[in-house]
C-alpha cells in the first residue's frame, strides 16, 4: 500500500447519528436568524429563551415585561444554549419563525397571551399544542 493513501492518519469509515429534534419549530415559515452579543450577567439561557435587546448597550438578556431598559420587549429566541453568567457572550436568535410555546423558555411574569401578543409585531410568532397543526 502507498503511503500516500494513509497520508493524513485517516481511514474511511461510516458512522451513525441519530437526529432527536426538541420541538421548539412549530411551522413551516422561513427561519431568520442573527448573530448577537448576550450581555454579561444575563446567566445561562437555553434554547429557546425569548430574550430583548437592552437599548443602552444593544446586548440581549433575558426579556422580562416589568423591565424598563428595552429588553421587556421580545425580539428573538436562542438557537442554542448561551453561558453569559460572567462574562458577554456571542449566539444566535432566531428572529423570525413559529415556535412551540410548550418548548420556549420564558420569565414566570409573562402569561401565554401577552408573550403571544408581545412576540408577533417582531415576527416570532408562538403556537400552543391546539394551533401547532402545520397545513
Known sequence: MSSSLNSYQYL????????????????NLKLVTEQVTFASGAGALVRG?????????GQYIKSVPTATDGSQTPV????????????????????????NSNYMTYDSTWTL???????????????????????
Request: hydrophobic share 45%; net charge negative.
Open 12 to 27: 474511511p469509515g461510516a458512522r451513525e447519528a441519530v437526529f432527536t429534534p426538541d420541538q421548539l419549530i412549530a411551522g
Open 49 to 57: 429563551t425569548v430574550v430583548g435587546r437592552v437599548t443602552a448597550s
Open 76 to 99: 428573538g429566541i436562542t438557537v442554542d444554549s448561551v453561558d453569559a453568567t460572567s462574562a458577554a457572550a456571542a449566539g444566535s436568535i432566531y428572529v423570525m419563525g413559529e415556535f
Open 113 to 135: 397571551d401577552a408573550l403571544t401578543a408581545a412576540c408577533r409585531p417582531n415576527n416570532l410568532f408562538v403556537k400552543t399544542s391546539l394551533s401547532n397543526a402545520i397545513v
